[in-house]
């Protein structure tokens, strides 16, 4: 077989995901980079002042959970500079980037909340309070965190911080953008060394069945659950299975049928979200982390993420369980 006739199959499923995927980290990075030059990370980061002087959290940590709330990729962008230049050490770099999850969330919740609302209706509504109360909790847990694990951060006063602001205004912008159309070519270099190799890795081992055979293990060791019915089974098979519509979809059809109630629905969902999460984390998001941050980096700040994103999903399903018995 040809190049000529391979190219029209790889084309949709490979090829343009990932020329997709390299774009919107050249965007992500480009951005970070001119907001650095520009020595405005004073200023982005005063939208969570409060949140890392609690934590003992560095302006860089706040800029970028500021950032996260527009691109989760320049938000990382941020913090990876950040630790390169040793400015952050790793125990920050870790927490600050699961003190993104708030932020990072809402950049989500528009796309969950209407795709949720049509199909399960009031269940909506409850499933995506539980897990924004998750995300909550995480950035909670991490700012307690933080405030133990790091030391004292002496930041700027607000109005001195602002004059600095002002100065900095007065930037050369073209020279601005060419320190930071510099600093772009060195690291986009790397970002497309580690990247595509990865993203390639991930999609043969998706065609060969590989993620497949970990989803449909996942679902065929649910009997673990007692407490839910075997319509729940339905949803949550194909939460993991296939993808987060698919359960919806089922969820939504029974739930019309009166087959199922709220609480099933939403412990169903709750349930599916938690086995699938893991898997997903690798399949999509190591690619692009592990051109962001070094590869053994990246999947540490996954582990990391999916520990507390997982553990905070089963503290607000055990609740919402415990409550609706």
């Not at 898997?279 to 998001?285: F, L």
């Amino acid at each position: 077989m040809q190049f000529a006739d391979i190219l029209p199959q790889l084309w949709p499923s490979l090829i343009w995901p990932l020329i997709r995927l390299i774009f919107f980290i050249s965007v992500g990075l480009l951005v970070a980079n001119f907001i650095e030059s520009l020595n405005w990370t004073s200023k982005i980061a005063a939208l969570s002042r409060p949140l890392i002087r609690l934590g003992n959290l560095s302006e860089t940590a706040g800029a970028s959970f500021s950032m996260a709330l527009f691109s989760g990729v320049s938000a990382n962008t941020m913090l990876s500079e950040a630790y390169e230049k040793k400015t952050i050490v790793k125990k920050e770099l870790i927490l600050s980037n699961l003190f993104n999850s708030l932020p990072t969330y809402f950049l989500h919740l528009p796309t969950v909340f209407f795709i949720t609302a049509p199909l399960i209706k009031g269940a909506a509504i409850i499933y995506v309070g539980l897990t924004f109360g998750a995300a909550i909790f995480r950035t909670v847990s991490i700012v307690i965190l933080s405030r133990f694990l790091l030391p004292a951060v002496e930041h700027p006063k607000t109005q001195q911080a602002e004059t600095e602001t002002q100065k900095n205004t007065m930037i050369n912008w073209k020279g601005a953008l060419e320190k930071s159309w510099k600093r772009f070519k060195k690291r986009i270099r790397k970002i497309i060394h580690y990247t595509v190799p990865i993203y390639i890795l991930i999609f043969i081992m998706h065609r060969v069945g590989i993620f497949d055979a970990l989803e449909a293990g996942m679902a065929d060791y649910l009997s673990f659950l007692p407490w839910l019915t075997p319509q729940s089974m339905g949803i949550i098979t194909l939460h993991i299975a296939a993808e987060f519509t698919a359960g919806l979809a089922v969820a939504g059809a029974l739930l019309q049928e009166g087959s199922m109630d709220y609480r099933e629905v939403v412990l169903a969902l709750l349930v599916g979200n938690i086995l699938s999460s893991p898997v997903r984390a690798i399949r999509h998001q190591f690619p692009y982390y592990a051109g962001i941050f070094q590869p053994r980096m990246a999947a540490e700040l996954i582990v990391y993420s999916q520990i507390f994103r997982v553990g905070s999903l089963m503290l607000m399903g055990g609740i919402y369980f415990v409550f609706t018995l």
